[in-house]
C-alpha cells in the first residue's frame, strides 16, 4: 500500500513565518474555540433547527471583529464570514446539525470548531501579510441526510472557491498508526422514499376485498435482500418500513419505505439505484399496488483532491502528527454532501481519529460521549492548524494553486467517463 505519496514543496518567502502565525493564533483562541465545541455539543440540534448553533457560532465571530451574513443561502440556519480581498478563495465549511435521540455521535461539534479555528488562523496570516486573497467560512447545516450543502451549493457559495476544506473526527481503528487520513473518499447515496398504494378492507370479514400495501413494502424488502447477494461488495443498500399501516384487522392501504442507495460513484449509483427500482416495481406488480418513488436527495461521491490531500498530509508531519494519505485507499463507506461540494470546486473531507472505545464508532452513544471530551478537542485542534497550513499554499503558492486546479480538471474528465477517483495519480 502507498503511503505518504508526497515530496517536500517548495516554500514560499514567508511561509515559515506564516506557518508560526497560523498555529500560534489558533492556540491563542483555544478558550473561544472549547467554549464554542461545548455549546454545541451540550445543545444537540436536529438538520435545519440548528438555531443556537447558528447564533452562538455568528455571535462569536462577530464578537471578535468578523463580519458574519447570518441567515444566508435562503438558510435560517446558514451564514457565512469572510476576510480578506481579491486573489483566490479557501473555503471552510461548518456543519453543527446533530442525530435524533442520540445527539452529535458524528462530532459536528469538533467538525464546526475545526473549521472556524482554521478560518481564524489563516485570516490572521492574510492580515499580517496583506497578501491578495479571501477565506470564507461557511455555515453547511443539515449534512445528516437533510442535504444542507446541496441548498448552498445552488445558492452559488462554492462558485469562486479555489479550495474548499472540512475535517471530521472518528475512531482510532480507521487509522491504526496513525493521527487521523487525509485521503478519505465516500460513497455516492440516493436516498428514496418509496410509497405503495393500495384498498383498505377489513382484514377477518372481507380481507379478498382489499389490496395490501404493506404485502407490496415486505416483498420490496425482500427482494432488495435477495438483490444483495448479486451486488459488489464495495455498494449499498438499506432500508426501513417506516408506514406499514395502523391497526392488524385492517387491510393496509398505504406503506412507505425509506430506502438508501450507495456505490462509488454517482454513475454506478444511478445504476444500483435502477436495479432497486425494479424490486419497488415488481413488488407493486405482485400486489396489485400502485407504487411511486420520491427522490429525497443525492449525496455525490466524495472525490478529494489529490494536492490538497499530500499538502495537508506534509504539514500535519511537520507537527509531528502523520497522517495516513493513501492515494489508492477506498475510504469509508459511508456518505456526505461534502462529496456534492467536491464536484463544484477542489475539495477534501480529511479525517482525525478520536479516542472512541472499541465498538464506539459515528453514529453510536459512546461516539457522542468522545466527542464531548477535552482529549478529542485537542486532536482536533492539531488537524484545524493543518487545514489552515493548506489554506495559505493555495493562496499564497501559485504553483500549489495550480496543481490544484489541475487536479480538479482532471477528475472532473474522469467524472464525465463515470471512473472512480482512485484513477488519478498525484502530480504534486
Not at 493564533?25 to 454545541?40: C, P, S
Not at 474548499?164 to 487509522?175: E, F, N, Q, S
Not at 427482494?223 to 447477494?229: E, M, N, T, V, W
Not at 464495495?234 to 392501504?253: F, L, M, Q, W
Request: aromatic share 6%; charged share 20%; hydrophobic share 40%.
Amino acid at each position: 500500500m502507498t503511503q505518504i505519496l508526497t515530496k517536500n514543496p517548495p516554500e514560499s518567502d514567508d511561509f515559515p513565518a506564516a506557518r508560526r502565525i497560523i498555529q500560534e493564533t489558533i492556540e491563542a483562541r483555544d478558550h473561544e474555540l472549547w467554549d464554542i465545541n461545548q455549546k454545541i455539543h451540550s445543545t444537540p440540534e436536529l438538520a435545519y433547527s440548528e438555531h443556537q448553533a447558528h447564533d452562538n457560532i455568528t455571535s462569536m465571530l462577530q464578537s471578535l471583529g468578523f463580519s458574519v451574513t447570518p441567515h444566508a443561502h435562503g438558510l435560517p440556519t446558514s451564514f457565512i464570514a469572510e476576510y480578506g480581498t481579491g486573489g483566490r478563495v479557501v473555503a471552510f465549511n461548518a456543519e453543527y446539525d446533530a442525530l435524533p435521540e442520540i445527539g452529535h455521535a458524528c462530532g459536528h461539534n469538533l467538525i464546526a470548531m475545526m473549521s472556524i479555528a482554521s478560518f481564524l488562523g489563516l485570516a490572521e496570516a492574510l492580515k499580517t501579510y496583506g497578501i491578495p486573497g479571501r477565506v470564507r467560512l461557511i455555515g453547511t447545516p443539515a449534512e445528516e441526510g437533510g442535504g444542507g450543502k446541496l441548498k448552498v451549493i445552488d445558492a452559488g457559495a462554492f462558485r469562486d472557491v479555489n479550495a474548499c476544506l472540512m475535517t471530521h473526527p472518528g475512531p482510532p481503528d480507521a487509522c491504526v498508526g496513525f493521527t487521523g487520513d487525509a485521503y478519505m473518499p465516500t460513497l455516492a447515496n440516493h436516498k428514496t422514499t418509496v410509497r405503495f398504494t393500495g384498498k383498505a378492507a377489513h382484514a377477518a370479514v372481507a380481507p379478498w376485498e382489499g389490496v395490501n400495501a404493506l404485502d407490496a413494502a415486505v416483498l420490496a424488502y425482500n427482494g432488495i435482500s435477495a438483490l444483495r447477494q448479486q451486488i459488489h461488495p464495495v455498494n449499498r443498500v438499506h432500508c426501513v418500513v417506516s408506514d406499514g399501516g395502523k391497526r392488524p384487522n385492517v387491510i393496509p392501504a398505504t406503506a412507505a419505505m425509506d430506502c438508501y442507495v450507495r456505490s462509488p460513484t454517482l454513475g454506478s449509483a444511478n445504476d444500483l439505484l435502477a436495479r432497486v427500482k425494479r424490486c419497488f416495481d415488481g413488488a407493486a406488480l405482485q400486489t396489485g399496488c400502485e407504487v411511486e418513488v420520491q427522490m429525497i436527495n443525492t449525496y455525490a461521491d466524495l472525490r478529494p483532491n489529490p494536492t490538497i490531500c499530500t499538502v495537508y498530509a506534509d504539514e500535519m508531519a511537520r507537527m509531528g502528527s502523520e497522517v495516513k494519505c493513501d492515494l489508492r485507499s477506498s475510504g469509508v463507506p459511508g456518505s456526505t454532501d461534502q462529496g456534492n461540494v467536491s464536484y463544484e470546486c477542489p475539495a477534501f473531507q480529511a479525517y482525525v481519529a478520536i479516542p472512541a472505545e472499541p465498538g464506539c464508532k459515528n453514529h453510536t452513544p459512546g461516539f457522542t460521549a468522545v466527542a464531548g471530551t477535552r482529549e478529542a478537542h485537542d486532536l482536533c485542534i492539531a488537524a484545524a492548524k493543518g487545514m489552515a497550513l493548506v489554506g495559505w499554499k493555495v493562496l499564497a503558492d501559485d504553483d500549489v494553486a495550480l496543481q490544484v486546479k489541475n487536479n480538479f480538471q482532471t477528475d472532473k474528465m474522469l467524472r464525465d467517463q463515470g471512473k472512480d477517483p482512485r484513477s488519478l495519480e498525484s502530480t504534486y
